[in-house]
């Protein structure tokens, strides 16, 4: 590392932009046949862990903010992979519920993490490794100071 604190590959911001924009461009031809972006693919991967959810626990498990999630799932529902209803036990609560086609969708998302790994020609130790890395550099950047 160069002694230039503000040199470019010196930050860690940088590598890791470039890197998510990378690895996202990766996610992209796969998820087209699927009608999803990204951001929604990640809507699908927290439903597909537990349906339903309210709005509310999805920004919290996405870490979004209502403003950036609503207009996904109003997406998400006008393709059809999702509904979104008042909650039956608390009517302030929205939740967001899988259709059909949305369950169905999950055996062929099932088939991106796979491709995904052969296309970036890391062993599964080495992205195992980084994606335990960047869970702590989240948890410290979360943290109050």
């Known amino acids: 590392m160069s002694e230039d604190l503000l040199a470019l590959e010196n930050q860690v911001c940088f590598g890791l932009a470039v890197a998510a924009r990378s690895v996202i461009a990766l996610y992209r031809p796969l998820l087209e046949p699927l009608s999803l972006t990204h951001p929604q693919y990640l809507v699908m991967l927290a439903l597909w862990e537990r349906d339903p959810r309210s709005v509310r626990d999805l920004g919290e498990a996405l870490q979004l903010e209502p403003a ?45 993490p796979p491709q995904i790994v052969a296309r970036l020609g890391l062993p599964v130790s080495e992205l195992v490794h980084l994606r335990e890395g960047l869970h702590a550099i989240i948890a410290a950047a979360v943290r109050p100071a």
């Open 68 to 112: 950036t999630l609503s207009p996904l799932l109003k997406r998400l529902e006008a393709t059809g992979y999702v509904e979104r209803k008042r909650s039956t036990s608390d009517e302030r609560a929205l939740e967001v519920t899988l259709t059909d086609s949305g369950r169905a969708l999950r055996a062929e998302a099932e088939k991106i």
